[in-house]
Nanobody, 111 residues
Framework: QEPLVESGGGLVQPGGSLRLSCVATGMPFSPYIMAWYRQAPGSSREFVAWASQSGGTDYSDSVKGRFTVSREGGEDTVYLQMNRLEPEDTAVYYC?????WGKGTLVTVSS
């Protein structure tokens, strides 16, 4: 069983929205912090946002004001609401909790 499973990626036009989900179904414990990272073609993986069980959040400057990370709906699930998407947001988005990584979900922003 995979420790983290992402879903919600797809193709969207610039200015559109997507909501990503990540469930920690296979982790041996409930993670306090769950985070999102992304990796664009030809680039290194970069931090996007994190959310804690107690409601704390943080964002990279490149997504602040456009993306919202949340842990609503359960301790083992993290969401990433992405609004006003730009072509530069095109990447594989990965969920991370503790030492565990998901396999990623592809987000493509293109007209």
């Amino acid at each position: 069983q995979e420790p983290l499973v992402e879903s919600g990626g797809g193709l969207v036009q610039p200015g559109g929205s997507l909501r990503l989900s990540c469930v920690a179904t296979g982790m041996p414990f409930s993670p306090y912090i769950m985070a999102w990272y992304r990796q664009a073609p030809g680039s290194s993986r970069e931090f996007v946002a994190w959310a804690s069980q107690s409601g704390g959040t943080d964002y990279s400057d490149s997504v602040k004001g456009r993306f919202t990370v949340s842990r609503e709906g359960g301790e083992d699930t993290v969401y990433l609401q992405m609004n006003r998407l730009e072509p530069e947001d095109t990447a594989v988005y990965y969920c991370k909790a503790d030492k565990y990584w998901g396999k990623g979900t592809l987000v493509t922003v293109s007209s």
